[in-house]
């Protein structure tokens, strides 16, 4: 579909996070050193995750697959953010604009999605331990990531397709440091409320329904571990599941706020969307390798292995 029949414009003007060019270039540093962070960390897990044969298991399976997801969701969005803080013309292309969208929209179900998934592998390990094995077999933990791609994936189609109909017309600037979905629809010149209840449902279906599955998950690991008669036991039961919820509450709260909140161009709208967009791939891998003593093991491990290999 070509996009120059849709519009009569040919680039949106992303205001960023503050005017003030001082503040601008410590934003810039601020944001080159996470981005920096955020690849080393979630590379760094996924090589020690693939490399050390004792996190073959279904639970890092799917942390590899977090960790290649928030290198994806960072880079989707801070590149352009780290350009836009040094630049004087903050501009970017409708076809890059919708572009982010979509990868942002898709990135971001797909995680959803994938926190549901690594809820249940949590709930079959800590409810049904004898059995985890041959429930989660290496077929099942396959099937359900590519379901969670999947759901991401078409959720970002359905509603990219859309957007790509829209007259953008008149006012180009976006009051925001990247393109999300509610920042475009109060620059259109078109009815949106097809748009917009495609979003809110789609939005709601698979934000509600991961959640809930997250939700319905943990209360059953919760009621496992309050039946364990032994305090230490259930503390060491407990915090193999603290790390997962400290990532899903991270996530899930402020993707709510952000995508279920009318778009208004506030400051809380840019802090949320600098917490799921930023914060949370750059704390993912130091949540779970700070809270496991397996990952930092598997560190030495594999650090040692490669320091050796290059002497």
């Known amino acids: 579909m070509a996009l120059e029949n849709h519009t009569t414009i040919t680039e949106f003007i992303l205001l960023g ?7 601008q270039i410590l934003l810039f540093v601020l944001f080159l050193l996470i981005y920096i962070q955020t690849l080393l960390g979630n590379l760094l897990m996924l090589v020690v995750i693939s490399s050390d044969p004792h996190l073959h298991t279904p639970m890092y399976f799917f942390l590899s697959h977090l960790s290649f997801l ?7 969005t801070v590149p352009k953010l780290l350009e836009n803080l040094l630049s004087e013309k ?3 292309s409708v076809q890059g604009c919708l572009a982010q969208v979509f990868f942002v929209f898709d990135t971001g179900g797909t995680e959803a999605s994938l926190l549901s998934v690594m809820a249940y592998d949590r709930y079959v390990a800590i409810c049904h331990p004898l059995l985890y094995g041959q429930k989660m077999s290496n077929n099942l933990c396959k099937g359900l990531a590519l379901g969670a791609w999947s759901l991401g994936f078409f959720d970002a189609l359905l ?22 979905l509610p920042s475009l629809f109060p620059l259109s010149c078109s009815d949106i409320s097809v748009n917009f209840a495609v979003m809110l ?6 934000g509600f329904v991961t959640c809930f599955l997250i939700v319905f998950s943990y209360s059953l690991i919760i ?7 032994s305090s230490s036991g259930r503390g060491k039961t407990f915090s193999t599941c603290s790390s997962h919820l400290s990532a899903v509450l991270l996530f899930y709260g402020s993707a709510f706020l952000r995508y279920f909140m009318p778009s208004s161009g506030s400051s809380l709208e840019m802090i949320t969307s600098v917490q799921y967009s930023v914060v949370t791939p750059l704390v993912n ?27």
Do not use: W
């Open 17 to 23: 996070l503050s005017s003030n060019r001082n503040v």
């Open 70 to 76: 928030d290198l994806c969701f960072s880079s989707a």
């Open 90 to 92: 903050k501009t970017i």
């Open 159 to 180: 509603n990219i397709l859309l957007a790509m109909s829209l007259d953008f017309c008149e006012d180009q600037s976006i009051p925001h440091y990247s393109c999300e």
């Open 223 to 229: 009621s496992t571990i309050l039946n364990i008669s």
């Open 285 to 311: 891998p130091l949540i779970y390798s700070l809270k496991s003593k397996e990952v930092k093991t598997a560190m030495r491990r594999t650090l040692k292995k490669y320091y050796q290999y290059f002497r």
């Open 201 to 206: 449902c789609s939005g709601l279906f698979h």
